[in-house]
C-alpha cells in the first residue's frame, strides 16, 4: 500500500517562498511517476507540476516559480515554490502512479494517479 504524507505548508506573504515535502511509503517501483496537485476553495483540483524519471512538466501558471524534484534514498518528494502570489492561496497534495506513463500521457492529469495524500494548506496573502 502506497502512502503519502504532505508537510511544510503554511501562510507566507507575496513573494515569499515555501518548501513542500511529500513523504512517499510502500513505492516500490525501480521508475517513478509523481506530481503535485492544488485546489482551491470552489476550483477543481489542478495538476501543478509532475516528475516521470528525469522528465519534469509545469503549468503555465507555475512554470519559472516552482520546481519539483525527488529525493530517492529518502523517498521524499518536494516542491519548491518561489516568488508565490495570492493566486497560489490552495490545499496542495502529491500524488503517484505506477510508473507507466507513455508519450501520450499528460503527466497532469488527475485521473492519472492512483495514490494520493491528505494535503497541506498554502495561504498567501498580499
Known amino acids: 500500500q502506497v502512502r503519502m504524507v504532505e508537510s511544510g505548508g503554511g501562510s507566507v506573504q507575496a513573494g515569499g517562498s515555501l518548501t513542500l515535502s511529500c513523504a512517499v511509503a510502500?513505492?516500490?517501483?525501480?521508475?517513478?511517476?509523481m506530481a503535485w496537485f492544488r485546489q482551491a476553495p470552489g476550483k477543481e483540483r489542478e495538476g501543478i507540476a509532475g516528475?516521470?524519471?528525469?522528465?519534469?512538466t509545469y503549468a503555465d501558471s507555475v512554470k519559472g516559480r516552482f520546481t519539483i524534484s525527488i529525493d530517492n534514498a529518502k523517498n521524499t518528494l518536494y516542491l519548491q515554490m518561489n516568488n508565490l502570489k495570492p493566486e497560489d492561496t490552495a490545499m496542495y497534495y502529491c500524488?503517484?502512479?505506477?510508473?507507466?506513463?507513455?508519450?501520450?500521457?499528460?503527466?497532469?492529469?488527475?485521473?492519472?494517479?492512483?495514490?494520493w495524500g491528505q494535503g497541506t494548506q498554502v495561504t498567501v496573502s498580499s
Open positions: 516528475i516521470n524519471d528525469d522528465s519534469t
Open positions: 500524488a503517484a502512479a505506477p510508473p507507466s506513463f507513455g508519450p501520450q500521457t499528460n503527466p497532469l492529469e488527475r485521473d492519472e494517479y492512483n495514490y
Open positions: 510502500g513505492y516500490t517501483y525501480s521508475r517513478y511517476c
